[in-house]
C-alpha cells in the first residue's frame, strides 16, 4: 500500500515582531488581558511590501532542503491559504514559478485555518492513488493584512507566517506501523458561516473585507468540534488517544487547547503549543507548530502524531500520521 510519508519540513516568519505590549501602546489592551485570555505573548507581522508567497517560498526553500530534493523533482504544489497575493492565480503558481519548477501543478486550497488539514488530505489521496508522487504541501498567510485594526477583539489574536512539507510516496505494508499519512477526517458546517469571516469578497464587494469573529461562540464550538475530530480520526485507525504521541494543533486560544486535552483525557504535555510566540497564523498555524517541535527534537522518526485544526466555515478536521 502507498503512504504518504513527510521527507522534510520547513517555516519561514516575518523578521518584525510585535510584542502585547507594542498593541497596548496603540489601543485599549494589555499585555495582562491579551497573555490570560489566550496565552499569546507576541507575533510575528509582516513588513509593508512583504507578502504571503514570500513568506510561502520561504518555508518551500527550507522543506525542500530539510528534504534534501529540488523544485524539479515536485509533480505537485499545494499551497493552503486565506490571505492569497491576489485574487487569482493561485499563490501555490507564484511559488511555483519562484521555485524554478517547470513542470507539474499547483493550486490553492481554501479552508481558513483548517486549511493545511485539508491540504494535507488532498495530497495524501492524489499520492495513495498514483496521481503524483512528490507533493510540497504549505500553509501560508499574511493574517495582518485581513485585520480590522481598530477590532481589539480580534486583532490581538493573529500573526502572520508559513510552514511546509514534502509528501512523498512510500511503499508500505498497510498497517499502523507504516510510515507516513495513516488516515484524516475532514468536516465542515456552512450554517455557522456569520460567526467567523471576511466581510468583504470578489463577488460582493470588490474588496477582501476585514475579518469579523464572535469569539466567545468560536471557542465553544473549537473544543467540541476539534475533540470529535481527533476522536475520529483515531478511532478510523484504532489507536487509542493515550498511544499518540504528539497532538498538534491549531494554535487559535492556550485555553482551546487545554479544554480539548482536559474533555479527551490528553496529557498537555503532549500537545504543542507555540501560541506564545506565534499567535494564530491560520493555515500556517499548524505547520509551524509542527516545525518547532520537529526542530526541537519532540517529535522523531516513528512517533504518532495527530495533527488538528478548526477554522471559518466552520470547517474542521485532523490528521494522523505516524512520523
Ligand atoms: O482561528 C479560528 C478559530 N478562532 C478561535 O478559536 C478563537 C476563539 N475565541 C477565543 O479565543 C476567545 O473567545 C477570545 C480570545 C477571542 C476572547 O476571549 P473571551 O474570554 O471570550 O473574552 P470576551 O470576548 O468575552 O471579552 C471579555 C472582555 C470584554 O469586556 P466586558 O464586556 O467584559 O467589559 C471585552 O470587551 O474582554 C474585553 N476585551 C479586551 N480587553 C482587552 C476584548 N478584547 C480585548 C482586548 N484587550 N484585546
Request: charged share 20%; proline share 2%.
Amino acid at each position: 500500500m502507498i503512504r504518504a510519508r513527510v521527507i522534510g519540513a520547513g517555516a519561514c516568519l516575518p523578521s518584525n515582531i510585535v510584542t502585547n505590549d507594542d498593541l497596548a501602546k496603540k489601543m485599549d489592551t494589555s499585555d495582562e488581558w491579551i497573555q490570560g485570555r489566550t496565552g499569546i505573548k507576541q507575533r510575528y507581522i509582516a513588513l509593508p511590501g512583504e507578502k504571503t508567497s514570500d513568506l510561502a517560498l520561504g518555508a518551500a526553500r527550507a522543506a525542500l532542503a530539510d528534504a534534501g530534493i529540488d523544485a524539479g523533482e515536485l509533480d505537485m504544489i499545494i499551497c493552503a491559504t486565506t490571505t492569497p497575493d491576489e485574487s487569482f492565480p493561485a499563490t501555490a503558481t507564484v511559488v511555483q514559478a519562484r521555485l524554478g519548477m517547470t513542470k507539474g501543478a499547483a493550486f490553492d486550497v481554501q479552508a481558513v485555518c483548517s486549511g493545511f488539514i485539508y491540504g494535507m488530505s488532498i495530497a495524501d489521496s492524489l499520492i495513495r492513488t498514483g496521481a503524483a508522487r512528490t507533493i510540497l504541501l504549505i500553509g501560508a498567510e499574511t493574517m495582518s493584512r485581513l485585520l480590522d485594526w481598530e477590532d481589539r477583539t480580534t486583532c490581538v489574536l493573529f500573526g502572520d507566517g508559513a510552514g511546509a512539507v514534502v509528501l512523498q510516496a512510500h511503499m508500505g505494508t498497510g498497517t499502523n506501523a507504516d510510515q507516513g499519512i495513516l488516515n484524516t477526517r475532514l468536516f465542515s458546517d456552512g450554517r455557522l458561516h456569520d460567526m467567523l469571516y471576511a466581510d468583504g469578497g470578489v463577488s460582493s464587494t470588490q474588496g477582501a473585507g476585514k475579518l469579523r469573529m464572535q469569539g466567545k461562540e468560536v471557542f465553544k464550538h473549537a473544543v467540541t468540534n476539534i475533540a470529535a475530530a481527533i476522536v475520529a480520526s483515531a478511532e478510523a485507525a484504532n489507536i487509542p488517544l493515550d498511544q499518540i504521541d504528539w497532538f498538534v494543533p491549531h494554535q487559535a486560544n492556550q485555553r482551546i487547547l487545554d479544554g480539548t486535552a482536559k474533555k479527551l483525557g490528553i496529557d498537555p504535555a503532549k500537545v504543542v503549543s507555540t501560541l506564545a510566540v506565534h499567535g494564530n497564523t491560520s493555515a500556517a498555524s499548524v505547520p509551524l507548530a509542527l516545525v518547532t517541535a520537529i526542530q526541537d527534537g519532540r517529535i522523531k522518526r516513528g512517533d504518532l502524531v495527530l495533527l488538528e485544526a478548526m477554522g471559518g466555515g466552520f470547517t474542521w478536521g485532523a490528521a494522523l500520521l505516524r512520523w
